[in-house]
């Protein structure tokens, strides 16, 4: 550790790295020693004074410094998803490799489970067809009912020519947007529909306004339709 530290005289360590060019065991006693010591660096095993020196003397070398990036990428990572950490001096041992990916893919596999259970929407799916204009004072509000158990309101909104990309946003009264995103195209009996699923949570109870854009030769966005809903307990 003192060689590692910088701490070790320099005729030993003329000694140290002499032995490591004729000693081919050494360099890998090196290694693990080395890895042994960023373990103790993370898990803050080192006095003060050898954490100063770790830092300024041992982490001078680039390699060394990306050691330290992996070991604390993984430790942050295992920590986050409750799942057993390997050290970094283990991954190198051939007996524990086995178990080292296997642990790895562990954490990976928590980590999707997480984003993907964090994305997903609970709850049932309330579903309202739309017929794009605007609803004039003589007509029916499309009113469509949002109580607790619903997850995701269901937005089909009509459509006479559909083009290839679309894109629904949604606005409340005050025309503020509460909610955007990508619209798929369904077709069922030769009629098209743009389906976006929206979450309930975006939409408390009040009246909306679902604005359907298309792509243009350009690139841009354009208005293509809008649809009136009002959503009630």
């Known amino acids: 550790m003192q060689y590692l530290l910088g701490q070790a005289g320099s005729e030993e360590s003329s000694s140290f790295e002499e032995r490591l060019i004729t000693e081919e065991d050494f360099y890998d006693e090196l290694t693990i020693a080395e890895d042994e010591l960023i373990d103790q660096y993370l898990d803050d095993d080192l006095t003060g004074l050898e954490r100063e020196q770790f830092e300024s003397h041992f982490l001078s070398s680039p390699e060394r410094r990306q050691k330290v990036r992996f070991g604390s990428a993984l430790l942050q990572t295992a920590d986050r998803n409750d799942s057993p950490r390997v050290p970094v001096h283990l991954l190198r041992s ?3 490799v086995p178990y080292a990916v296997l ?3 562990l954490v990976v596999g928590i980590g999707l489970w997480a984003i993907w259970s964090g994305n997903k929407v609970a709850g049932k799916t309330a579903v309202i067809t739309l017929l794009p204009g605007a ?3 003589d007509q029916p509000v499309n009113k469509i009912s949002s109580s607790a158990d619903i997850g995701v309101i269901q937005l089909r909104l009509a459509l006479a020519n559909p083009q290839e990309t679309y894109r629904v946003k949604v606005v409340n009264g005050d025309e503020t947007e509460v909610w955007s995103g990508d ?4 077709t ?3 009629h098209n529909f743009i389906v ?3 979450p309930a949570q975006s939409l ?3 009246d909306y306004r679902a604005l359907l854009t298309r792509k ?8 293509a339709s809008s649809y009136s809903f009002r959503v009630v307990p």
Request: glycine share 10%; hydrophobic share 35%; charged share 25%.
């Open 94 to 96: 051939r007996a524990i």
């Open 103 to 105: 642990v790895l893919l």
């Open 135 to 137: 609803t004039r004072s």
């Open 183 to 186: 619209g798929q195209l369904q």
């Open 188 to 190: 069922e009996d030769n």
């Open 196 to 198: 976006a699923n929206v």
């Open 204 to 206: 408390p109870t009040g």
């Open 216 to 223: 243009v030769a350009d690139g841009s966005f354009e208005e």
